[in-house]
């Protein structure tokens, strides 16, 4: 189903999504689809007691998606299978502005209330329980590699409340919320320092929680794991990365990198596959990328081809890269 989006006053600068451009009896389906390409693939639940109602605000922010969501939909949640089928990797990070949240991951649950904020993780289930009379919150996509650097056991700090009232809550929210009311007239040039700015300040939330400060046992899987996705990232951008080229230049057999993923979500040549798309998704709702054909875009994150970009996009996020690019950037090169 196509997007069609709005640009309102209160989200200046911003594109929005809005089921208002839809009637009642396919907004079910409008909000879920608007969910899945914007963050990573979900399930959600229809209001009892009212129609459902959704909007999402997205600016491009350095290497961050900043979305801002109203809703009345009570209840989000990413599965296994869904998981196994995407293979998104990234963290969000969820900022509460209205409404409360209960978040549930990796066996634990964190009340969100007005001002705090909490971490999920895209590589494993959890679900966001809202309050049924709506809720309004910033969510933050952000690559894992980037708040990695800052926070070593992030499986340890998920579905745990940063409080609003400690210094980092506080200065986070206050932050977000001129960004998304500003960011159009912030220049492109200053988007990457703003957005490494964003990324300290979650990372200083996290690393005031019980949890930060357990040691946990060095593991060799985690090392190597670690090392082929770094490597990866810095090279996603060479049409010839591959699974045999990664084991060459890490020096480990193809065979062991392949046993080294059986435990993750997807294997790694899926792993690469997904990144260049994630990458690809971004740039064409970035308007510094404005002028550049969609093509130009595939192949600078490695496609070799236009068409099998284009079939790959479409099979991932539910629409072509034309109709993602005319959503977010109406007017851009195509």
């Known amino acids: 189903m196509n997007t069609t989006l709005s640009n309102p006053s209160h989200d200046a600068g911003a594109r929005v999504m809005s089921t208002t451009t839809v009637p009642p009896s396919e907004r079910t389906a409008y909000w879920l689809d608007m969910i899945c390409a914007m963050y990573v693939k979900l399930d959600c639940d229809q209001p009892s007691n009212q129609p459902l109602y ?3 605000a997205f600016n491009r922010l350095g290497s961050i998606d900043l979305t801002h969501l109203r809703s009345n939909v009570p209840r989000v949640a990413r599965t296994d299978s869904q998981i196994r089928l995407g293979g998104e990797d990234c ?9 409360r949240c209960m978040v549930q991951q990796d066996g634990r649950s964190a009340v969100v209330e007005p001002g705090d904020f909490v971490l999920y993780d895209s590589i494993r289930p959890y679900e966001l329980l809202f309050d049924h009379g709506g809720h309004d919150v910033f969510v933050m996509r952000l690559p894992r590699a980037q708040l990695k650097v800052h926070v070593s ?9 940063v409080p609003g009232q400690d210094a980092a809550g506080h200065l986070l929210i206050s932050m977000v919320a001129t960004l998304q009311a500003d960011v159009g007239r912030l220049l492109p040039s200053s988007a990457l320092g ?13 690393r005031g929680l019980p949890n930060a400060n357990v040691v946990k046992a060095s593991s060799l899987r985690t090392y190597h794991l670690s090392r082929i996705k770094a490597y990866v990232q810095d090279h996603l951008r060479d049409p010839e990365l591959s699974v045999h080229s ?16 059986r435990t993750e ?5 899926r ?33 070799n081809t236009a068409a099998h970009f284009s079939r790959s996009f479409r099979e991932e996020y539910g629409m072509s890269p034309r109709e993602w690019r005319h959503g977010v950037l109406p007017g851009a090169c195509t």
Do not use: Y
């Not at 703003?194 to 996290?206: D, K, R, Y």
């Not at 890490?250 to 993923?261: G, N």
């Open 54 to 56: 959704g909007d999402i």
């Open 91 to 99: 963290l969000l990070v969820q900022v509460q502005r209205q409404g």
């Open 153 to 161: 056991n992030l499986e340890e700090l998920t579905a745990t409340t």
């Open 194 to 206: 703003v957005s490494e700015a964003i990324t300290s300040m979650v990372a200083a939330g996290l």
């Open 246 to 261: 990664i084991a060459h230049a890490l020096q480990l057999s193809p065979d062991h990198l392949s046993r080294l993923f």
């Open 265 to 269: 979500p997807v294997p790694l040549s």
């Open 271 to 303: 792993w690469i596959w997904k990144q260049r798309l994630d990458a690809c998704r971004r740039d064409l709702a970035d308007p510094r990328w404005r002028e550049h054909g969609i093509s130009d875009v595939a192949f600078s994150w490695g496609f």
